[in-house]
């Protein structure tokens, strides 16, 4: 059964819709391949939604479903309570590459979606230019984008977007490409011109993996789950703007959807799984511990390592948000690391703080030589990925295997490129544990010897 998610209370009619919306891919080998599961959600007048995700939630392909620039495989997305057979006419969009034409002008990119329509050439000339200034760029009309900085580039895409005057106008990590200081400018003048009722948009859709800019932006909150994207929560901000970072309201936000990111009950139980300790509290069977089912993090060793010994300085627990700030990192790349010391046995999660465990004190605190087989261990027992490996390695005549025959496996899951992701950082964690080498002029994974008396 799907779920139509709630709108923000004063919100006005719906204008886009999707309705148990199903998204699968269809692999190059013909396998199918689920990014999106049975969403369901409503935008209304009046509101700035936010999707929040990590990578492979699937936010940006639900974007582009509801902007009607790729077709659902099953379920419907509606623009004003009309199903959407093409492009959504109510739609305007910001990308993150700002996907501009180098060989036109500002004013001649801002127009262009007007020349499509077909508005004629002196109200083309007069909507452009005004649009332009409303974003700051007055001035620049005759430029080109190289002349531009990436925050005037960003402009001038959210220039083109206002310029037809859409009913939402969609963003795909709008801020990510730009700088610290420039991408927080950005969304103060966009906030303004949404405060101010200047932009020509009655509703706003960001797509962000960035937690404290979706409290700072959004009215409301979807967080996406990952493999396939569900929506796994959903949270109103019923803070005034502006909005004030360091307000305890808007911390307690922040921490919370830290907690639905991190405290994910799936995960702890694929965890468990995967280091064949019962899951604690479990209604329903646990997930097969497989390399398809449990993904490796996108981290390294080293990376890895250093969060531990951080956490260890610090008594062994700590807010993520206080290790984000101390580091000044966003905490969305502290995310994977998490996961991996999670998935490893290293370290549990309750809500925003992260705690050592046994394994993590002793891990953090070994030497060189020691780390390297203490890590040996868990990766062999826990990391599904490095386990299959070392299985399939140990049960073949000589202990060597094509890389193909792995990416071949992983590519019913993931897409190509995420399955030579995967493989890339299963190799990088067996070498380190010296469990398996690998050779890349032949692509062949070999066993190290007393590898598999670490499983």
């Not at 993520?320 to 998935?343: K, M």
Request: aromatic share 6%.
């Amino acid at each position: 059964m799907t779920t139509t998610t709630s709108r923000t209370p004063d919100a006005g009619p719906t204008i886009v819709q999707a309705e148990a919306v199903t998204k699968t891919f269809t692999t190059p080998d013909g396998r199918e391949l689920p990014v999106l599961d049975a969403i369901s959600l409503q935008v209304g007048e009046g509101e700035i939604v936010a999707l929040l995700g990590k990578s492979g939630s699937g936010k940006s392909t639900l974007l582009r479903c509801l902007a009607g620039l790729i077709a659902p495989s099953a379920g419907t997305v509606s623009y004003r309570g009309t199903p959407l057979t093409a492009t959504n006419p109510g739609v305007a969009m910001v990308f993150q590459s700002f996907a501009l034409l180098p060989w036109l002008t500002v004013q001649q990119n801002v127009e262009l979606s007007l020349q499509a329509r077909g508005v004629p050439e002196d109200l083309r000339r007069e909507r452009a230019l005004k649009a332009i200034d409303l974003i700051g760029l007055d001035g620049f009309e005759g430029a080109y984008p190289k002349e531009l900085s990436g925050g005037m580039r960003q402009r001038v895409g959210v220039a083109r977007a206002l310029v037809v005057e859409p009913d939402a106008l969609f963003m795909d990590e709008p801020f990510s490409a730009l700088d610290v200081l420039t991408a927080e400018n950005l969304r103060r003048e966009i906030v303004g011109l949404w405060e101010g009722h200047e932009a020509p948009v009655r509703s706003m859709l960001l797509v962000t993996h960035n937690i404290e800019e979706a409290v700072l932006l959004a009215d409301r909150i979807l967080v996406l789950s990952s493999n396939p994207g569900r929506i796994k929560a959903e949270l109103t901000v019923g803070l005034p703007r502006p909005r004030d970072r360091r307000s305890p309201q808007f911390e307690a936000l922040v921490d919370t959807v830290y907690g639905i990111l991190t405290g994910r009950e799936e995960a702890a139980e694929a965890a468990a799984a995967a280091a064949q300790v019962p899951a604690v509290a479990a209604a329903a069977p646990r997930p097969t511990a497989t390399p398809l089912a449990v993904p490796l993090p996108e981290v390294s060793v080293g990376g890895l390592a250093g969060l531990l010994e951080i956490l260890a300085a610090r008594g062994g627990e700590d807010g993520l948000a206080e290790i984000s700030d101390e580091l000044s990192f966003e905490i969305d790349d502290l995310l994977p690391l998490v996961d991996a010391a999670v998935l490893l046995g290293l370290a549990r999660t309750q809500g925003p703080r992260i705690t050592l465990t046994e394994q993590g004190r002793e891990f953090a605190a070994a030497d060189i030589l020691t780390s390297k087989q203490l890590f040996a261990r868990y990766a062999a027992q826990r990391a599904p990925l490095v386990r299959a490996i070392i299985q399939a390695l140990a049960a073949t005549e000589g202990h060597k295997l094509r890389e193909g025959f792995f990416l071949d496996l992983l590519r019913r899951r993931f897409t190509g490129d995420e399955a030579h992701r995967q493989l890339d950082i299963a190799i990088d964690w067996g070498r380190y544990g010296e469990l398996f080498d690998y050779d890349a002029d032949d692509g062949v994974l070999s066993l190290e010897p007393g590898a598999e008396a670490a499983l």
